[in-house]
Every structure is written in C-alpha cells, then in structure tokens.
C-alpha cells in the first residue's frame, strides 16, 4: 500500500458521481436502520471541518506534508457529506443540508472549544503527538470505509451502493496517508510507541463519538457489525492496525463492539430504541439559535420539517 502526497494533491478532487442512478434512488427500499446510518454518516462527514479545527492547533501541522494532505482530504469529505444528503432528500426525507449541518454543531455546546484546547495543549507536550493523531488517523479512515461497505451489504440499494464504493475508494486513499504516515513516525521510535498504545487503550474512541451519543455509537456498530462477518471485518480493522510498529494486539473496534453488545444485554433496547423511533431528526439546539449563529435568516426551518 503506497501513498505519494504529491500524486495526491495532483489527482485529489471532488467526488465523480457521473453516472449515478439518482432518479432510481427512491425506487428501492431502505430499512429503518440504514436510514439511520445514512444520517450517521452524513453527519460525521459533514463534521469534518470542525474536526480540522482541532487539528489545525496542534504541532502535528507544522509539517507541510501533513496540512497539504488535510487541505485536499477536507474538500473530498465535503463531497461526500454532500452527496449522502443528496440521496436522502431524493429518497424522500426533508431536510435543508445547511441547516442540518448548524443545528449539529449547535448542539455540541462548549465542549466542543474545551476539547480543541485540550488537545492543543496535549500536542504541545508530546512530541509524539503526531503518532497519535495518526494512527487515530488510520483507525478512523479504515473503520469509515469497513462501515460503508457493511452499509452496501445491509440496505442491498443499488444507487446507495454506488455511491458508497466511489466514497470508498477516496476513504482508501485516506487511510493508505495516515497508516504510512504513522508507521513512519512509529519504526525505531519506542517513546512513540509508548505513548501512541497509551493513548489508544485509554482515550480512543470510535469515529463519530462525541458528535454522536454512546448510544448512537453503538445503535451503528450493532446494526453494521452485529453478526459473523461484521465482527470478523472489525477483528480484521484491529489486525491491520495492529501491524503498526509498537500495536501489535491492539483491540479497538472489537472491543467497542463487545462492550456495545454487553450495554444492550443489561439494557433491551439499548440502541435499537433510537432506529425504531427514528431518531435521526437533530433537535432544534436550547443554547445557539441557528439565525444567531450563521447570521442567516433565510432557512425556513420549519418549512423543511417533515
Ligand atoms: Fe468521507
Ligand atoms: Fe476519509
């Protein structure tokens, strides 16, 4: 697996959807639980730039490889979070993108400026931090792209699928920087070994929590990964991170897995409660009027609630 940061930045572009079955999208059934993911997954693609934000204070980008890649990789997830919101307005659920996109950030609170400190501060007192951040890199990317093609095999939608596989193919290029990337900071560097499997055991947490409610998290990883092949891709997400200089036995994403499994046995219902009631729909936030924030009046919010 190769990655050349320079091919990269010549090829990196928007999403090509030329061909995409759009007017068959609402054709085909999708099931309550894909429907949910979909959100999901718009959602966290479309966080992308506040994830950035975090990223863009730290040491880690005072390496031009590194904010080249970030410039490109940002602009292709915009496409991607576009285009699931495309798909899910042409299969019939309203919402305005923008609008969804504010009231998601709006909901994040104060804590969302606590952990970009937080993690300024972190990367200023390691000098590893960058092993961290890409090795989380890595996870992130990979486990992004096993999601969408467990998608691809649950909701059996053909546009749906179509979609997924040229988002996955961008998710590859993704994950091939930032498992490069780490490997190199990682060989022959044990201190960075230390602290990178430190942080993994302690603070790691799959992509989309924080955004997303434990719940929410594990409602995803129990309709995507809950049977024999979905436990199997999420071993083998842990393998490969695994061969990472200083990971090896690493358990991540099986780990989430067993622990969300072990929260629905002590509490049915547990996450599938959310699929069943549908609970995809962004709460309008208590703190930050979207018009206040974006100082846009022309989204007529409720106009679009269906
Ligand atoms: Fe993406
Ligand atoms: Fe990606």
Known sequence: MSFSIERYKEESTRLDITGVAW??????????????????????????PLYLSHLLVTRACMDPILTAFL??????????????GKLLNLYGIKFDTQDRIARVRANLGVQNSISILTTMAGSWLSKDFS?????????????????YGALIRKSKHPVLADLL???IKDERRHFAFYFNSAKEWLTDNPAAQRIDRWALDRLWVPVGKGVKTQEEVDALA??????EQGE?????????????????GVRLMSKALYEARARMAKNPGWGW????????????PRHSPIDQMTGRRGVPVEALES
């Open 232 to 248: 199997e891709e999420l071993l083998a997400i842990d393998e490969k991170i695994g061969k990472l200089p200083g990971l090896s």
């Open 273 to 284: 409660r959310l699929i069943d009631n549908e609970a995809w729909a962004i709460a309008a």
């Open 165 to 167: 596989s040229r988002i």
């Open 71 to 84: 410039a490109c990789w940002n602009y292709e997830e915009l496409w991607h979070g576009e285009n699931l």
């Open 222 to 227: 129990c309709y995507l990964f809950d049977d």
């Open 131 to 147: 092993a961290i951040y890409l090795t989380i890199g890595a996870i992130n990317e990979l486990t992004t792209l096993t999601g």
């Open 23 to 48: 007017e068959d999208v609402s054709r085909y059934p999708l099931a309550k639980g894909d429907l949910f993911c979909l959100h999901y997954m718009m959602d966290i693609e479309n966080h992308v």
